[in-house]
């Protein structure tokens, strides 16, 4: 084998035990795990029952895509993982830690950097987002291909170590976490924005949705309420006291204009992005198909 064939053969390996490398203050997420109910905006821990699934029983998600079908078997998850989950991918960046390694994570650390609240309420907080995870398993059905199963943590246990400001827990992303990039692309998720989102869980939803579109189309709220994993009972009260104030969040972004249209009533109400953050790789697909156009 030549000197250029081994090269890129270690280059493709290397790339296999990491995830893609983020810009700072950026995380990635494979669009599988986005816009659709894996981690719903089923609203704060403090106002919403933990939904615990028990023995194997595998959930559908429910999910836009025609491309594959998408399972969990684990405890409801919500957009408050997913932030948590964001945090953790960057570690495991090229030229950082390999998938498959142990991270020892420092609780008041990890509470004091990231939240900047430590205390006895943010702890419990944080040890039962980091304990719903450990517990959810995602399975993938795409046709003429096996199933992709991936844990979204892996490791030897849950079990917190230590006591007081001293507490850690050991935390590993399984290696086949990488196959998930592949299966519908992935997409680079801004921290400082979601963080600046706060708790608002459909805010968070709509910021990870959007973070997939280079040039996002309309959608309806019905859409949202649906592919979200809403689970409230009363559709137009949802829109005006759920969603809108989650698309108001948006105001507060130079960067995002998004919009509410209620021309033909709340029941059929629209939800338009005019203007948001791309990437440097969707800039690149804007400029392309901007080329096909002229």
Excluded at 3 to 16: N, P
Excluded at 63 to 71: D, E, G, H, R
Excluded at 125 to 142: D, F, G, H, M
Excluded at 147 to 157: D, E, K, Q, T
Aim: proline content about 4%; overall charge positive.
């Amino acid at each position: 084998m030549s000197s250029g064939a081994e090269a890129i053969k270690k280059r493709a390996e290397l790339c296999k035990s990491h995830l893609p490398t983020c810009f700072n203050g950026y995380s990635a997420l494979p669009n599988a795990f986005s816009g659709n109910s894996l981690f719903g905006a089923t609203g704060g821990r403090s106002k919403s029952k933990t939904i615990v699934r028990e023995g194997n029983a595998q959930i559908q998600i429910k999910s836009a895509s025609k491309q594959y079908q998408i399972f969990y078997i684990g405890e409801q998850l919500a957009q408050s993982e997913l932030s948590f989950y964001l945090k953790l991918i960057p570690l495991y960046g090229l030229g950082r830690m390999k998938l498959g390694e142990n991270i020892w994570i420092k609780l008041h650390e990890f509470l004091r950097e990231n939240y900047g609240t430590v205390n006895a309420t943010a702890y419990r907080t944080l040890e039962e987002k980091i304990i719903r995870l450990y517990s959810a398993e995602v399975i993938i059905i795409r046709p003429d291909m096996p199933p992709y199963h991936c844990r979204l943590i892996s490791g030897r246990s849950q079990i917190f170590a230590g006591k007081g400001n001293k507490k850690m827990i050991e935390i590993t992303l399984d290696p086949v976490l990488h196959e998930a990039f592949k299966i519908d692309g992935f997409s680079f998720i801004n921290l400082t924005e979601r963080s600046n989102l706060g708790n608002n869980q459909v805010a968070l939803w709509l910021h990870s949705y959007y973070a997939r579109h280079a040039k996002p189309h309309p959608v309806t709220a019905k859409f949202i309420y649906k592919h979200s994993g809403s689970s409230a009972k009363d559709f137009v009260r949802w829109v005006r006291c759920t969603l809108a104030p989650a698309v108001d969040k948006f105001n507060a972004f130079n960067d995002w204009r998004l919009f509410l249209d209620y021309q033909d009533g709340v029941e059929e109400a629209k939800l338009y992005c005019y203007q948001k953050p791309t990437s440097s790789s969707q800039q690149k697909y804007l400029t392309k198909e901007n080329e096909k156009i002229e």
